[in-house]
């Protein structure tokens, strides 16, 4: 279970820093074998997709697209139930995200200089959806709504098929309610080479988004130049900021709650309270019991998990800052006394009534997040991800000549003659 370690400034680092060690590089055999199926899939296409896709997933499509019917009687046969938290939930993330829309704008000096920047969606993105054992439908929201509120052309998901070969019924209904245009039936390293280099079915898109496991995301890393990503995600992880004000069983709960996403998955508890320390332990016992995941909850908190005894707050937030964590819960009466001190975290919840799962489902903001630390300088996933941003500059002749010396004393500065000869090409005698 968790270890309790009282902060003196040694022990806190030093579990710290094991705690770290789950970020380590990937395994040079996994880079072998993704740089491989890479290559395979740029070389042949859609042979090695459906070479790869009966290798690992067991069985062939009986094709690689899924028809707009199936993906229709997905939603028309789907639980009622999820269908309304689907809509309940996508109304929340629009509402979210459509605050995060930048507008075009267009500058116009009184010398008759005229700048502007053009601001318009990608044309299109790829998003890559886990759809076996751990088939997530929240990632199509996440990913797919602020897409269409960047005014992406087209978003081309990808997801694995199931034992038997089909697709997993609550993705395709998601895909549904959110407007995905085009659905294919394949996972995997293969799949992201697939989107980033299209194939003679899979179009060639210009981003790929979306979670999955060791094998995505390595390949998502390698081909980061050929395709745009969203970022390079690793395990869950949740840090719990917490005084004597918290309820144990809450914060335990909370705990557990990235626990059972992964055995490499991490949770921390960093709090001025030992007797909530204590309690929280004893929580965990408690509520294992009745949990589905025990097995990976219980080896995740043993290997990447661990409880910090601050003396203040002010320690707290300091090390809280430094772990930059995923997800970041302030579990105190008053959570915003301390919101503007915690700037590294992906995403914050305040208060005692602001679960994780919150965000992973149903409030708005998105649950993709930077992980490992990234948060000191990576954001979540956001409308800002799928869109891309042009310049223009219009000079008349007088206000270029009045910039000509200064722009050939900064070309000529930096030895770029061809530079600086632009503009007295232009202007022969500055005079003129």
Sequence with gaps: MLTIVKADGVKEQALLAALRQRSADVDKKVTAAVSEIIENVRLKGDEAVKGYTLKFDGSLPPALEIGREEINDALTNADPAFIEALLNAMENITDFHNRQKQQSFIDAKPNGVIMGQRIRGLARVGLYVPGGTAAYPSSVLMNAVPAKIAGVGEIVMATPPMKDGRANPDILAAAAVCGVDRVFLLGGAQAVAA???????????????????????????????????????????????????????????????????????????????????????????????????????????ADFGGI????????????????????????????????????????????????????????????????????????????????KKSSYIYYTREALREARDDIVCLAEKEGLTAHANTLKIRFPDSAQ
Excluded: W
């Excluded at 144990?248 to 320390?277: C, N």
């Excluded at 915003?336 to 679960?355: E, I, Q, T």
């Design 195 to 301: 989107l980033a280099y299209g194939t003679e079915t899979i179009p060639r898109v210009d981003k790929i988004v979306g979670p999955g496991n060791i094998y995505v995301a390595t390949a998502k890393k390698l081909l980061y130049g050929t395709v745009d990503i969203d970022m390079i995600a690793g395990p869950s992880e949740i840090l719990v900021l917490a005084d004597g004000s918290a309820d144990p069983a809450y914060v335990a709960a909370d705990l557990m709650s990235q626990a059972e996403h992964d055995k490499l998955a991490s949770a921390i508890l960093i709090t001025t309270s030992s007797s909530l320390a204590e309690k929280v332990l004893a929580e965990l016992e408690k509520q294992l019991q009745t949990l589905s995941r025990r097995e990976i909850i219980e080896q995740s908190l």
């Design 308 to 387: 910090i005894v601050c003396d203040t707050m002010d320690e707290a937030v300091a090390l809280a800052n430094q772990v930059a964590p995923e997800h970041l819960e302030v579990a105190v009466d008053n959570p915003f006394a301390y919101l503007g001190r915690l700037d590294n975290a992906g995403s914050v919840f305040l208060g005692h009534y602001a679960p994780e799962p919150l965000g992973d489902y149903y409030a708005g903001p998105n649950h993709v997040l930077p992980t490992s630390g990234t948060a000191r300088f990576f954001s979540p996933l956001s409308v800002d991800a799928f869109i």
